[in-house]
């Protein structure tokens, strides 16, 4: 499987880099919304809702939707190897004053996305940065982006492991390698379907960080973002867009299993 998805990989690449006949749209590794092919079943609700706004838009024929490690794929925007860029801009650290984003095009929300911290059992609830011991142990999902609160924690705590997917994420904590995980809704619970378990628990009024996940393009690929962003109004009107989304769909927040 590791070589299948390097194989896929090395293709986006060629597509990108290469041939040139294509526009590309990068999507960023992530668990239940892009997936890399080969690593695990279907595309990935985001990366479905884009390709079907590309479909209906006449321009699946003229841009190449591919998918890398959110590092790779952020670097890669950034350098303007793509066209266009998802989960969006609240994806980067806007505190890098060398990332030159200010003019990027930005589409209307595709979901909301929360990180949770989540612990174990109801009894390490966290309700507040402050109720996190400096002795603690966490885990997260490498190049999510961090809020000033998340920073904080990050700096007291004993340690923080870096991990590749929602998936080993959520492995960590049940195997009490970690006490806590930040995780992003709704990706986590792709990662809980996928390893046939509950919910674990988290409080519902506590969130360091959300925000939307959209499709961003740079100026010069305005035609291009103006259609795919009048399709995802569409889809927003019609419900296509929640119903595609499903279980996944944020802009509701669920109420079970967060703690109040």
Same mark, same amino acid.
């Given at each position: 499987m590791?070589?299948?998805? #390097?194989f896929?990989l090395?293709?986006g690449w060629?597509?990108?880099?290469?041939?040139?006949?294509k526009?590309?749209i990068v999507?960023?590794?992530?668990?239940g919304?892009f997936?890399?092919?080969?690593?695990h079943?279907g595309p990935?609700?985001y990366?479905e809702?884009?390709q079907?706004?590309l479909?209906?838009?006449g321009?699946?024929d003229q841009?190449?939707?591919?998918v890398?490690?959110?590092s790779r794929?952020?670097? %890669?925007? #950034?350098?303007?190897?793509?066209?266009c860029?998802a989960?969006?801009?609240?994806?980067?650290d806007l505190?890098d004053?060398s990332?030159d984003?200010?003019?990027?095009?930005i589409? #209307?929300?595709?979901?909301?996305?929360m990180v949770?911290?989540i612990?174990?059992?109801e009894?390490?609830?966290v309700?507040?940065a402050?109720?996190i011991p400096d002795?603690?142990?966490?885990s997260i999902v490498?190049g999510?982006?961090?809020?000033s609160?998340?920073?904080g924690i990050?700096?007291?705590v004993?340690?923080?492991f870096?991990?590749?997917?929602?998936?080993?994420?959520v492995?960590?904590?049940i195997?009490?390698k970690?006490d806590?995980i930040?995780?992003?809704?709704?990706?986590v619970?792709?990662?809980?379907?996928e390893?046939g378990?509950a919910e674990?628990?988290?409080?519902?009024?506590?969130s360091p960080l959300?925000m939307?996940?959209?499709?961003?393009?740079?100026p %010069?690929?305005?035609p291009?973002?103006?259609?795919?962003?009048?399709?995802?109004?569409?889809f927003?009107r019609?419900?296509?867009?929640n119903?595609?989304?499903?279980?996944l769909?944020m802009?509701?927040?669920?109420?079970?299993?967060?703690?109040q």
């Amino acid at each position: 499987m590791i070589m299948f998805a #390097v194989f896929a990989l090395s293709f986006g690449w060629s597509v990108a880099g290469e041939t040139g006949t294509k526009k590309v749209i990068v999507g960023a590794q992530l668990t239940g919304l892009f997936h890399i092919p080969g690593e695990h079943e279907g595309p990935g609700v985001y990366h479905e809702i884009l390709q079907r706004a590309l479909v209906e838009s006449g321009l699946d024929d003229q841009v190449e939707l591919i998918v890398m490690p959110m590092s790779r794929a952020k670097r %890669g925007f #950034v350098n303007k190897q793509y066209a266009c860029y998802a989960p969006g801009i609240t994806s980067f650290d806007l505190e890098d004053t060398s990332l030159d984003l200010q003019d990027v095009l930005i589409s #209307v929300p595709l979901n909301k996305a929360m990180v949770r911290v989540i612990s174990r059992d109801e009894q390490h609830i966290v309700r507040q940065a402050t109720d996190i011991p400096d002795h603690a142990v966490l885990s997260i999902v490498r190049g999510t982006p961090l809020s000033s609160d998340m920073l904080g924690i990050i700096e007291r705590v004993m340690h923080i492991f870096e991990v590749s997917s929602e998936t080993e994420n959520v492995q960590m904590l049940i195997d009490h390698k970690v006490d806590y995980i930040f995780s992003f809704y709704p990706d986590v619970l792709f990662a809980y379907e996928e390893l046939g378990m509950a919910e674990l628990p988290y409080a519902n009024a506590y969130s360091p960080l959300t925000m939307h996940d959209t499709l961003i393009c740079h100026p %010069g690929h305005k035609p291009l973002f103006k259609a795919i962003n009048q399709k995802l109004e569409e889809f927003a009107r019609s419900g296509v867009l929640n119903e595609m989304l499903g279980d996944l769909n944020m802009f509701t927040e669920p109420q079970e299993p967060g703690i109040q």
